[in-house]
């Protein structure tokens, strides 16, 4: 196995452990800071910050800012350490095994 598919694989495997930490807590927003706590040292903060992006832009998580409460629409735009996310319904369809993403391991 070579180190893209192998990089490939942990980007699914990451996708599927930010989304389910987020589950957590499903009807309350989590802290992106506390997801890196916990789940270092598995998955890095660089790490976590490609599946957060790619949740977001796939509509599985709502992000906003932790202080205002004001919606994140674009990672690009905001610092992930002042961010919290939240399932969306499609998150919650993904986990409850209702649709599938290749990206993202069931």
Not at 26 to 33: A, E, G, M, Q
Not at 84 to 93: D, H, M, R, S, Y
Not at 94 to 102: A, M, P, V, Y
């Amino acid at each position: 196995m070579n180190l893209e598919r192998i990089k490939r694989e942990k980007f699914v495997d990451n996708n599927a452990r930010v989304l389910r930490a987020i589950n957590m807590l499903r009807t309350s927003y989590v802290k992106i800071r506390e997801l890196e706590y916990g789940l270092a040292p598995d998955i890095s903060p660089t790490e976590i910050t490609d599946s957060v992006n790619y949740l977001l832009e796939g509509g599985y998580i709502h992000l906003r800012d932790i202080e205002y409460h004001k919606p994140v629409s674009d990672l690009a735009d905001a610092e992930i350490a002042l961010l919290e996310a939240k399932l969306t319904q499609k998150g919650i369809q993904f986990l409850n095994g209702k649709i599938s993403d290749d990206c993202i391991r069931r």
